[in-house]
Structures are given as structure tokens and as C-alpha cells.
């Protein structure tokens, strides 16, 4: 039975695609690309459902205690309930899926010149433990009590006994969900190094890898050196709330302060998990639209996994006002400052890999470049939340709220747009259309800095997080227009995403067909086919060269395909 | 044009599967280093719990760990035959590890069970949250060890660990016959040959019986296991120590 239908699968696989069964090209598939696609449209489906709390929890900050269309007034313990589940969705559920699985699925073995990820059931395991994962996470919200309303960081006791909130089954299922989401990435992330390790085409060097390989290869790394602490923490906590163990509970001699250690060894390399994707997106694009080789390629790469490795040793600037041994805090800022030297490294890198380039502003490189601006802003208003003075007064405030999104708003859809636009000619076999691209990209960079811009100011003038109603406060009043203003520009921000949709699906579609190499780039996976068939190449791929050789003074072209023999050898002449 | 390796195995010496178990306990590593790590801190901040760990059975932890150690002995024994192609012993000693792998869970339980009947629970207090979800944890390896051995268990007695010898071969019908070239790996070929790590590969590219994952034998994956195996054999022995010597 079942070996006839690998049988099945096998031969169809062989042979031709046209007979290959709807749900084992579409649903059950093996195949990198197709995997890709799945995470990429259940990321984007999951957006959504993100977006529709972050607009519950605007509505209610501008308009305290009236009814939002389409929901009802939103009560305080909603409002937990919903910045909890916005957390949790927008970075396990659409940055971990669009641009960690996404991302490295579609473009790794592509970029190396495999046919495939050298584990492809595995691969398709874990999309289908991703699934469940997000089955369990949307069933929270139905439960008795709803889901969960302990913020996305899920900090004990609150979240480690129902006394707190009332909730127990949200708890066990937002546990559950990330249980499985980490199952999930872990088993990615085994695919995506093994493959990364073993399948590279004959050539292709650690030292000509293209950087979106290495960027998203160091994602990966992050996530699993990172992940295993607090998986053990999960248990526990979970044990907490089924067994009615205390390891988190003082009442029962346990430590809260634990789970945030465990936490935070993970929540900080998290954030790098989201961000290096994105940035390897735009290391990848920034070359292309402006014709230049890039500036250090060794400098980003080292500078990488400097920051790696610093980023196991900076989480607890998380935690500087938690409680914890406060002579912790001076090497806690201390490294938190120095991960910001890597980064300035690799951001002067690309500052200088544009400079002299004929630029050229299509829509992926305006996604790039506005992702270099916003990020830029977040970065540096990280400085002040990394050392502890400031952080003190900053700590729990909406300075806060600001400084993450001007992070992972710019990772997540920022680099998720630059790669979604850049790759979707080979994703698709089609082009998007560049108008309604530029209009997306503009309406979402401007009202997403009118967003959060004002947010620092809010913030510094004394806003705490996680607040349901800030009415009751007086100091707050002062901040009543800038909050309607914030929550009108968030409504704008969202409204202008419905540009995105239409141009996504009509060009998947309705677009115009792509050639093989649409942006004259130079990577192997532009010498596929748009789109490449089930295993990707013809032959295959033998590299020659690095990946960034554009407008070389010897050539006629002015880019050279990694693909591409030298030339005395392509003449025959010596 | 040139069409040879590329796809796979291009860095040479480590196979796919090899390293995908060497990233796997990685993770594995992590999770018990964070865990473990937990105790060893809160165990430090409370020099009273010693009186909990004094209710734990040295003798009986002692035998178990030799239990443990000692079917680590036959794992490697059991790859050694793979060397030799003896698949007789290959069988005993993998149904020696394995049956050894169920001492151990059964001296565990006759422990939690003396636990429980002196009504110590899990969440009796945290010294015992800690035991049981550590031994916990770690006997849901041992379980998962003893599945994947008992698997490759079967597929020795069914004389699957290689490729039929042309001419013997004990393909079902339907299969290409001996001689022909079923599937060259060392070709640019089916993806969806390359070996999964999770359960026991099934060659899709042709009909048959299985014996080919990753165009390898089964029997490579003996070592795979084995890895395995040994890695949670060394998760006890950091166990055994912090739980029960630290009275
Ligand atoms: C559509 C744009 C977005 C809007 C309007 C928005 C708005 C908000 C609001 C109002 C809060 C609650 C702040 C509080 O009460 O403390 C919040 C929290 C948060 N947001 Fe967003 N957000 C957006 C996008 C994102 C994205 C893209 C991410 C990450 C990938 C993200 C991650 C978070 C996190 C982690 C929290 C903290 C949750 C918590 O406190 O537990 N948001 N956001
Ligand atoms: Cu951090």
C-alpha cells in the first residue's frame, strides 16, 4: 500500500509532472519550493490575524472603551489577551514562517545548486508540525477563557498557574503551540545546515557562497543554539500549569526569574533569527540594483558570527530592572554595546557597497533601502535600552514598544517585502507589477513611521506597555491626539497592504511571464528556470567564481554568473 | 556537459545522515544543558535539598547506570558486526541494547513507583519536580532510543540491512531485475532519494523492497543510532551524579 504509492509518487516524479496527483504536488510535497510557498502563504495568512489584534488594541488606545467595528469594546483582560497573541503571532507565526522557513526553503539549496533540501520529508514534516502548531495557537482562541493573556514572553507566575488570570487552557495551548512551532524550526533548521553543508554545487567554496546563503544559514545557527534552554523551560512550564509542580512559583519555592533567563537566552538570539534573514534578503538585492560588487563580503560574514556568538551572552539587558543580581547589569551593557559594533560593521558595508552604484530604484531595492533607514532608527534607539542607566527609565515603557517595532517591523516586512518582490519572478514564473509595488512600498514606509515615530515620544513622556485604557491616566491625557494620530496612521498602514494582496495574487496569476534572469543577477538560482521545475536544474551547476562580479572592466555584460567558466576557457583560447 | 555529484555529498567524508544526527543531538544538547543547568543553579541556592536527594536509592541508581553502560558496550558491538557484515550478531546485539534500554526503564519505574507510594509526587517539592522531570525527559529518549533500535531490529531479521547480491536477489516482482542500475546516487538524481532521518527510508524512485535510504544501506544507520544511543547514555551519567550523589 504504501510502498505503491511512493511508487506512484516516484515514477510521476520521474516522468513527467502533469500526472503528479493534486495532493502530493500541492499539499503532501517534498518539494523545497513548494514548502517555501506553504510557509510563505500561511506566514501571510497569519499576518493577518496579527494585524487584526494590532488594530483591536489600536482602536482601543485611540477610542478607549468604545466598540471597534467588527469586534465589540475591547475589556481589559481582551487587551491582554490580544497584545499577548499579536506578540506571539507576529514573530513566531509570520516572521519565524515568512522569512526563516520561507526564506531558507526557497533560497538555499537554489543559491547552492541543489535539486532539493537533502532531507526532503523531513522538510515536509516539519511544515505539517508548523501546521499544527498554528491549529493550536488559533484554537486558543476559542477555548474557555480565551487564550492566552500573559504577553508574548509568557513571564511566570502569571503564566504558570491559572490563579493569575483565569486562564488555563489558552496557557496550555499558546505552551503547546510553541512546543511544536520549535519542533518545527528545529527540524528546518537541521535540513537547512545539512543541506547547507553537504549539497553545494562543485565550486562553490565556503568563500563564494552568496551572503543571503550565509545570512540565513546564521539565522538558523541562532535559532539552534538558542531554542534548547527554553524548550526545557516550556516543560516546566507547562509541568506548572498540568502537574502542579513550582518550579516558577515562590509560593512553591520556585523562581519566576528563571523562566526570564531561559527566556531571554532564546528571545534575544530570536530577534536575530528574524533580522538576519531580512538583512540577507537585502545583501542579496543591494549589489543587483546598483551593479556593484559588494563591499566586504568577508568583513559581513566574520562580522556575523561575531554577533552570533555575542548574541548567547546580552540577554539579560532584557532584565536590567527584573530583580536579578544588579551586579550582573555592567557586563550585561557591556556586551549589549559591543553586538552593536558587528552590526555597525555590516550596515557601513552596505552604505558602502551602494556608494558609486548606478542604483537603481525598483521595488525590491526601495524595500531594501527602507529597511537600511528604519532599521537604522531602531538600532539606535537600542543604544539607549542597552545600557542600564537609561533603561531604567525606559524599561516598560511605549519607548520600548517603538524600539521593537522599528526592529522587527523593518525584519519581518520590510526584508520580507524586498525578498518576496525579489525572488517572486523565480517563486512564480512572473512578474509583479512594479507600479502598484512602489505605491505599496511607499504608503507602507510612510505611515509606518508615522506609527511608531510618535510612539517614542509617547513612550518617553510616560506611557507604560500593556496598558488596556490609558484614559484612566492623567498624565496620558497630554497624548490623546498623538494616539488617535498613531492609531489612524496603523489603520492606514494596514489598509495599504490590501495594494500588496492585489498585486500578489493578480501576478501570480495575471503577470507577465519572467525570463530565467529577469535582474541580470548572478547567483545560480537566476540560471534556473522561472519557475524551476522539480529539481531545480537541468545539469548540474559547477561555479566558478563569487557571486558579487558586476561591471567587471573586462566584460562586455556587466554582470558574470557564478555558472559562468572564465573566459579563456569559454573561447577555447589560452 | 558535466553531470556528476554536485547535488549531495559534495564536502566528502561526513555523510547527510551523520550530520543530520550530529545537529540533532546538538539540539538535544540544548535542551538538556538548559535543563540541567536550571537544577545545578537552584540546587546550589539550596544546600537543604540534600535531604530529598537522601530518599534516592544509590545502589539502586548505580545498577541502572551499569544497565546503561553496559548496552552501550553491545550498540557498539552490534556496529562492529556491521563492519563485519554479520547481520546473526548484529541482531543479537542490537535486541541485547535494546532489552537493555527496558531493564532500565523498569528499574526506573520500580523507583518512581517507590516514590509515589511514599506519596512523593512531582509536585511534592521542587528538589522532586526536578527529578521527575529530568529522569522524566530523559526515559522518553531511552524510549525513543529503543524504537528506533528495535526498528532496525526488524529490519535485520528480514535480512533488509543491504542490498540484495545480484543474483540472490529477494526483490518482490515488480522490481528491476539484478544488473539493472537502480539507482546511481553518485549521479545528479531523484531528490527525493536522499535519506530522511526520522523513520526508515523508502527508496521512491523504484518499486520493491526497501533496502536503500540515501542510496546507503540500512545498516549504515546502525551508527546513526548508535550516536544516539550513546548520547543519552551520557545524558545519564551527568543525571546520576547531580541527583543522586549529592545528598
Ligand atoms: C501593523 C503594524 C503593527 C501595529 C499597529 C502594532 C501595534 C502594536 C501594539 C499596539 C502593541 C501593544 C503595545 C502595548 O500595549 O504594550 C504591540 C505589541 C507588540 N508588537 Fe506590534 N504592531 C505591529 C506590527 C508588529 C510586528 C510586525 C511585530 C513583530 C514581528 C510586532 C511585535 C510586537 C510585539 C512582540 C509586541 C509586544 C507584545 C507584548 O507586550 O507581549 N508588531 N504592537
Ligand atoms: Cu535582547
Same mark, same amino acid.
Given at each position: 500500500?504504501?510502498?505503491?504509492?511512493?511508487?506512484?509518487?516516484?515514477?510521476?516524479?520521474?516522468?513527467?509532472?502533469?500526472?503528479?496527483?493534486?495532493?502530493?504536488?500541492?499539499?503532501?510535497?517534498?518539494?523545497?519550493?513548494?514548502?517555501?510557498?506553504?510557509?510563505?502563504?500561511?506566514?501571510?495568512f497569519m499576518a493577518l490575524v496579527g494585524a487584526f489584534t494590532a488594530y483591536l488594541m489600536r482602536w482601543q488606545l485611540a477610542y478607549p472603551n468604545t466598540a471597534a467595528p467588527g469586534w465589540g469594546v475591547v475589556t481589559a483582560d481582551k487587551f491582554n489577551m490580544l497584545v499577548t497573541m499579536h506578540g506571539t503571532i507576529m514573530v513566531f507565526f509570520v516572521g519565524m514562517p515568512v522569512l526563516v522557513a520561507a526564506l531558507s526553503n526557497f533560497v538555499i539549496p537554489l543559491q547552492i545548486g541543489a535539486r532539493d533540501m537533502v532531507f526532503p520529508r523531513l522538510n515536509m514534516l516539519s511544515y505539517w508540525v508548523f501546521v499544527a502548531s498554528v491549529v493550536c495557537l488559533l484554537a486558543s482562541f476559542f477555548v474557555p477563557a480565551g487564550a492566552s493573556a500573559c504577553g508574548w514572553t509568557g513571564y511566570p507566575p502569571l503564566s504558570a498557574s491559572q490563579e493569575y488570570t483565569g486562564i488555563f487552557w489558552g496557557v496550555v495551548l499558546w505552551i503547546l503551540a510553541l512546543a511544536l512551532e520549535f519542533a518545527s524550526f528545529t527540524m528546518g533548521g537541521i535540513n537547512y545546515l545539512a543541506t547547507f553543508m553537504c549539497a553545494r554545487a562543485?565550486?562553490?567554496?565556503?568563500?563564494?557562497?552568496?551572503?543571503?546563503?550565509?545570512?540565513?544559514?546564521?539565522?538558523?545557527?541562532?535559532?539552534?543554539?538558542?531554542?534548547?534552554?527554553?524548550?526545557?523551560?516550556?516543560?516546566?512550564?507547562?509541568?506548572?500549569?498540568?502537574?502542579?509542580?513550582?518550579?516558577?512559583?515562590?509560593?512553591?519555592?520556585?523562581?519566576?526569574?528563571?523562566?526570564?533567563?531561559?527566556?531571554?537566552?532564546?528571545?534575544?538570539?530570536?530577534?536575530?533569527?528574524?533580522?538576519?534573514?531580512?538583512?540577507?534578503?537585502?545583501?542579496?538585492?543591494?549589489p543587483v540594483f546598483s551593479r556593484k560588487p559588494i563591499f566586504g563580503y568577508r568583513t559581513m560574514v566574520w562580522s556575523m558570527a561575531v554577533a552570533l556568538a555575542l548574541s548567547y551572552v546580552v540577554w539579560a539587558h532584557h532584565m536590567f530592572i527584573s530583580g536579578m543580581d544588579p551586579r550582573l547589569a555592567m557586563p550585561f551593557s557591556i556586551t549589549t554595546i559591543l553586538i552593536s559594533v558587528p552590526f555597525a560593521i555590516i550596515i557601513f558595508c552596505m552604505l558602502a557597497s551602494l556608494r558609486g552604484g548606478s542604483i537603481r530604484l525598483a521595488t525590491p531595492m526601495l524595500w531594501a533601502v527602507g529597511f537600511l533607514v528604519t532599521f537604522l532608527i531602531g538600532g539606535l534607539t537600542g543604544i539607549f535600552l542597552g545600557s542600564a542607566a537609561s533603561n531604567i527609565y525606559f524599561?516598560?515603557?511605549?519607548?520600548?514598544?517603538?524600539?521593537?517595532?522599528?526592529?522587527?517591523?523593518?525584519?519581518?516586512?520590510?526584508?520580507?517585502?524586498?525578498?518576496?518582490?525579489?525572488?517572486?519572478?523565480?517563486?512564480?514564473?512572473?512578474?509583479?507589477?512594479?507600479?502598484?509595488?512602489?505605491?505599496?512600498?511607499?504608503?507602507?514606509f510612510v505611515f509606518f513611521n508615522c506609527t511608531f515615530w510618535p510612539i517614542f515620544q509617547i513612550g518617553s513622556g510616560g506611557m507604560i506597555r500593556r496598558i488596556a485604557d490609558p484614559s484612566q491616566y492623567r498624565i496620558?491625557?497630554?497624548?490623546?491626539?498623538?494616539?488617535?494620530?498613531?492609531?489612524?496612521?496603523?489603520?492606514?498602514?494596514?489598509?495599504?497592504?490590501?495594494?500588496?494582496?492585489?498585486?500578489?495574487?493578480?501576478?501570480?496569476?495575471?503577470?507577465?511571464?519572467?525570463?530565467?534572469?529577469?535582474?541580470?543577477?548572478?547567483?545560480?538560482?537566476?540560471?534556473?528556470?522561472?519557475?524551476?521545475?522539480?529539481?531545480?536544474?537541468t545539469a548540474a551547476p559547477v561555479v566558478y567564481r563569487g557571486p558579487y562580479e558586476y561591471s567587471l572592466p573586462d566584460r562586455a555584460e556587466d554582470f558574470v554568473p557564478q555558472n559562468e567558466p572564465p573566459l579563456a576557457q569559454a573561447e577555447g583560447t589560452a | 556537459m558535466i553531470v556528476q555529484t554536485a547535488a549531495v555529498e559534495n564536502s566528502g567524508e561526513i555523510s547527510t545522515g551523520k550530520l543530520g544526527i550530529w545537529w540533532l543531538i546538538g539540539s538535544e544538547i540544548m535542551i538538556f544543558g538548559g535543563a540541567i543547568g536550571s537544577f545545578i543553579l537552584l540546587r546550589l541556592a539550596h544546600p537543604d535539598w540534600a535531604d530529598n536527594a537522601g530518599h534516592l536509592s544509590v545502589p539502586i541508581g548505580s545498577l541502572n547506570t551499569l544497565v546503561l553502560?553496559?548496552?552501550?558496550?553491545?550498540?557498539?558491538?552490534?556496529?562492529?558486526?556491521? &563492519? +563485519?557484515?554479520? #547481520? &546473526? +550478531?548484529?541482531? #543479537?546485539?542490537?535486541?541485547?541494547?535494546?532489552?537493555?534500554?527496558?531493564?532500565?526503564?523498569?528499574?526506573?519505574?520500580?523507583?518512581?513507583?517507590?516514590?509515589?507510594?511514599?506519596?512523593?509526587?512531582?509536585?511534592?517539592?521542587?528538589?522532586?519536580?526536578f527529578y521527575f522531570t529530568l529522569t522524566g525527559l530523559h526515559a522518553l529518549h531511552v524510549i525513543a532510543g529503543i524504537t528506533a533500535i528495535l526498528i532496525l531490529w526488524t529490519f535485520g531479521l528480514r535480512d533488509r540491512l543491504w542490498p540484495p547480491a545480484p543474483g540472490t536477489g529477494t526483490a518482490s516482482p515488480g522490481s528491476p531485475g539484478p544488473g539493472i542500475d537502480i539507482i546511481d546516487i553518485s549521479n545528479f538524481s531523484d531528490p527525493s532519494i536522499r535519506g530522511g532521518i526520522i523513520r526508515p527510508n523508502v527508496n521512491m524512485s523504484i518499486p520493491g523492497p526497501r533496502w536503500s535510504g540515501g542510496g546507503r544501506p540500512i545498516a549504515d544507520r546502525i551508527e546513526l543510532v548508535g550516536l544516539y544511543w550513546h548520547f543519552v547514555d551520557v545524558v545519564w551519567i551527568f543525571l546520576f551524579p547531580l541527583l543522586y550523589l549529592t545528598a
Open positions: 500500500m504504501e510502498g505503491n504509492r511512493h511508487q506512484a509518487r516516484g515514477n510521476s516524479a520521474h516522468h513527467s509532472h502533469g500526472d503528479e496527483k493534486f495532493i502530493w504536488k500541492y499539499v503532501f510535497s517534498t518539494d523545497h519550493k513548494m514548502i517555501a510557498k506553504q510557509y510563505l502563504f500561511t506566514g501571510l562543485k565550486g562553490l567554496t565556503y568563500s563564494r557562497v552568496p551572503l543571503a546563503t550565509w545570512f540565513l544559514v546564521g539565522a538558523s545557527l541562532a535559532f539552534f543554539f538558542s531554542v534548547g534552554p527554553l524548550i526545557a523551560g516550556a516543560i516546566m512550564l507547562l509541568l506548572d500549569n498540568v502537574a502542579g509542580t513550582g518550579f516558577y512559583l515562590p509560593q512553591k519555592g520556585g523562581e519566576p526569574l528563571l523562566w526570564q533567563h531561559l527566556f531571554w537566552f532564546f528571545g534575544h538570539p530570536e530577534v536575530y533569527v528574524v533580522f538576519l534573514p531580512g538583512l540577507a534578503a537585502v545583501l542579496e538585492i543591494i524599561h516598560g515603557t511605549y519607548f520600548v514598544v517603538a524600539h521593537f517595532h522599528y526592529t522587527f517591523f523593518p525584519a519581518v516586512f520590510f526584508g520580507g517585502f524586498a525578498a518576496i518582490h525579489f525572488w517572486f519572478p523565480k517563486m512564480f514564473g512572473r512578474m509583479y507589477s512594479e507600479r502598484l509595488g512602489k505605491i505599496h512600498f511607499w504608503l507602507t496620558l491625557d497630554q497624548f490623546k491626539t498623538l494616539n488617535v494620530f498613531v492609531t489612524i496612521s496603523a489603520f492606514i498602514l494596514i489598509a495599504g497592504q490590501i495594494v500588496f494582496v492585489i498585486n500578489f495574487f493578480w501576478s501570480i496569476f495575471r503577470g507577465p511571464a519572467a525570463e530565467a534572469n529577469p535582474f541580470r543577477a548572478n547567483t545560480l538560482e537566476w540560471s534556473a528556470a522561472s519557475p524551476p521545475p522539480h529539481g531545480n536544474f | 553502560l553496559t548496552s552501550s558496550y553491545t550498540m557498539v558491538k552490534a556496529f562492529e558486526n556491521v &563492519k +563485519k557484515r554479520d #547481520r &546473526k +550478531k548484529i541482531c #543479537r546485539f542490537l535486541l541485547a541494547t535494546a532489552l537493555m534500554g527496558l531493564v532500565f526503564l523498569g528499574i526506573k519505574s520500580f523507583e518512581y513507583h517507590g516514590k509515589f507510594s511514599h506519596g512523593i509526587y512531582p509536585n511534592t517539592n521542587l528538589f522532586w519536580a
